[in-house]
Every structure is written in C-alpha cells, then in structure tokens.
C-alpha cells in the first residue's frame, strides 16, 4: 500500500506570457509548466489542482495548488530547485505538507482579485503590464464609488459571465468591492465566495463605462436582473489583474 | 534669421530591451527611438542631448535631455502626441521651454541614480527585471553600511570606471550613499556631482563582495589607490540600477 502526500503551495506569477493558469494541449500555461518541473525534479507523473483558473495574462501574488505524491518531499530544498528549474516569471513562495482533507478548489472559502487601473494621463512605464491604462476626461470616481454598491451582495451575474465556464450556477456572493488609491489611479479589491469567468473583469469594463456616462448607475440592475452576457460592456483587460488570496476554512 | 527655441524633456523608460541611451548605428538606443518619434512628428531633424548616458538594461525614472528647433511648439499636444507614437516603454513626462543657455549634460549639479537589490532567498517575478537577486547566506549588512563610507567624497574612481568613457579626468564626488531597507531587500542611493563609465555598478559589486566577507574592508582603501580598473569587482548587473533624478544649479 503506498501512502500518498499531499502538499499544498502558493505560487506568484506574471501572467503576461501564458495561456493561462489551466493546462492546454498547443499553448504554455502555468500549471503545465509547474507540473512538468515537478516532474521532472521528482521522477513522477504530478497533477496540480489549483484554486482559480486565472484566464491568459491575468497575474497571481497568491494562487493555491495542491497535489498528491506517493514520496515525502523535503519542502524547503524542493521549493529551492523548483525555483531553480522554473522561467523567472513564475515563483514558488509556499510549500508545506496539508491534510487529506484539504481540496486548493474545493476548500476555498473566499477569494480575493484585486484590478488597476491608471486613470493618469502618462502611463508609468514599468507599470504598463500591470495596470490598465483608462485615461477619459468625462472620468468621475463618484459614479464609480456608487456603481459598486450594486455589485455588493449575493446575486446571479450570468450577465457578468462569459461563456466558457462549467458551473451549473451563476449565483455569486461578493462581500467587499472595496477601492483604495494609489500611484496613478487606483486599484478595485473584490471578495468573494467564488467568480465565474471573466467576471471581476465584466464587472470592472460596466463600472467603467457608468464612471464616465457612456452607462446610467440604474441600467446596473437592470443587467444583473437580464442574466445574458450580452448586454454588459465590454471585459476590462486582463493584465490589470491579480488572484491575490485564497481564503480556507480551516 | 531662424528664431530656434530650445525644449528640455523629462523621461521614463524601462532599459530591458535596449542597448542604452545613446544611439548605436546598430541597434535600438532610447536616444535613437526618441529622435525618431520627433523626427516623424516634427518633420525636421532633431538631435537630443542626454543628461546621463546610461547603459544597455539600465532604466530610468528621470533622464532629462534638450533639443533645439525653430518651431515654436504646444507642448503638451506634442508629449501627447510623442507618447502615442512612442512604445509602452519609454515615457515623456514632461516638455517645457528652456533658456538658451540651459545644457542637460554639462548644466547638471548633481545626479542620483538607485541601485536595487533582493536579498531574500525568493525573487518577487514582478520585480525581477528591475532588481538584482543576490541571495547568500554570508551576507551581512553591517559589512555593507561600513563599506559605504569608504566611497562618499572625492577620490580618484579609475579603479571603478571601466574603459569607454571619453573623459579626461575620474576624479569625482560622491555627495551621498544612503541605505533604504525595502521589499525583499534594500536599495542605495547614491548622489554624485557625476558618475563614470559603469562606476555605480562597479562600487556595488565591490560593496556586495565586502558584504560576503569576500573582500576586506580594509581592501577598499587600497583599491581607490590602485586606480586600475582590474583589480575591483565584477559590476553588479545593470537590470538594478535607475538613472532617478537630475539636479541643475537653476
């Protein structure tokens, strides 16, 4: 009988250059990267269940994965030659023995996506991947401040959802949409029980078009009570934004 | 009688993909790529004359450069405009009318370039193309802070100039080195009434060696005295290290 590990790790990286976090036949992505150094540095076949499926060029300061090995790992010395073997652009921060019970996806309790977005006329040029750069002169932070009250709460954002996704329901909870300046404009934190595909970013391309008029604060319910993604705006760009935490239970 | 006006322009880049500020008939130099953008703009021939002539990776936050020309410009229409033909990585920030007699390279009192380092076993992947990853476990710090004294002054810096520079004499001040503790690290400051060929990449690599235990103190004296280039570290890499800011007397 083999007795299998589990291990849990908490991974950052830029986005810019992948397909994405999900694996995929043609095109580099983030777990497939991971899991082929894994397997190599460990001589075994590894699948990574990670907690969100962050789309192409979207970034992560704190993704969540998990994976099984019939081994036990030396944590430190692994996530050393992990980080040895990986492109500069993708970082092991974590590494740490987890119980059986412990499920990256499944677990997780909350979720938190922070976008930027730089308002400024002059784009800071070692920003320019990590920010979206939103310079319109009809800009007003009220309408925005108010549009994101509508957001708040549980509610179904099939109109705030691409296609694409698997779930069975589009019923979300967001807790906080909370907005803090900083360096050129300023940066949108979302919380919540889970996000469907493309949602912060759908979110964020309505909230836009409300700050700047080309939306009235009002057509926002009427959206959400829709349920049809056609008749959102347009998705924010991806390299505004970041996977920052996952939260668990336990 | 062409009446010229003279412009002083203050820009940003990311030195990543370039082969430094000063055009190359070969390859992509910032100076190249601006004249370029003006050229086209402008319709006339433009030559800019930088205040520092920072090297392939090197970036900048501050470079300031001037060029004449007998158009009377809008200034702000033309940062717009430049900065729409310009790529993502290079910024103007600023464009204003200057005095006749103002020379970005020889007017400037005093310049200020930072060099960043990451000390901790892992890189942030945000940061990796803007600091240098010096992880070892022989570090001390205080090796560092005493080592910076031996620099600030004037002295004689041909042991830490490498050959390519065109100037007559390396004796220069160095007015300030200061040590700030950031993410990951620290960076140094470092304010001079000027800087020779790759001489701030060359005091930190020394610095970095006497912070291992590599070099002695002590050795820091003997190599000024030296004035040969050969007998100092290797430079630190030019990803760390931004051009911050110009001084000028008026």
New interface residues.
């Given amino acids: 009988m083999v007795n299998s590990k589990k291990y849990r790790m908490c991974i950052?990286?830029?986005g810019t250059r992948y397909s994405g976090w999900q694996i995929q036949p043609t095109s580099d992505s983030i777990q497939g990267v991971i899991e082929h150094a894994l397997q190599t540095l460990l001589k075994e076949p590894v699948r990574l269940i990670g907690a969100g499926r962050t789309d192409a060029g979207v970034?992560a300061l704190g993704q969540v994965a998990h994976f099984t090995i019939p081994a036990h790992l030396e944590c430190p010395r692994i996530?050393?030659a992990l980080?040895g073997m990986l492109p500069?652009?993708?970082?092991?921060?974590e590494l740490t023995p987890t119980l059986d019970s412990f499920h990256a996806q499944y677990g997780a309790r909350t979720k938190e996506y922070h976008y930027h977005i730089w308002i400024e006329?002059?784009?800071?040029?070692?920003l320019?991947l990590?920010r979206y750069h939103f310079h319109d002169t009809r800009f007003q932070l009220p309408l925005l401040q108010e549009g994101i009250k509508y957001f708040i709460g549980t509610h179904d954002f099939a109109t705030f959802a691409n296609l694409g996704g698997s779930v069975k329901s589009s019923v979300r909870t967001i807790y906080r949409i909370s907005l803090h300046p900083q360096e050129g404009g300023f940066r949108l934190e979302f919380e919540g029980n889970g996000f469907l595909y493309k949602m912060v970013r759908n979110i964020v391309g309505t909230l836009l078009e409300v700050s700047i008029g080309k939306k009235q604060l009002s057509a926002i319910n009427t959206l959400l009570e829709a349920k049809d993604r056609r008749y959102a705006g347009p998705a924010a760009p991806a390299k505004g934004l970041f996977l920052v935490k996952i939260n668990y239970s336990n």
Same sequence: chains 1, 2.
């Fill in positions: 950052a990286y830029d970034h996530i050393y980080n500069y652009d993708i970082r092991i921060q006329k002059t784009m800071n040029p070692f320019r990590y």
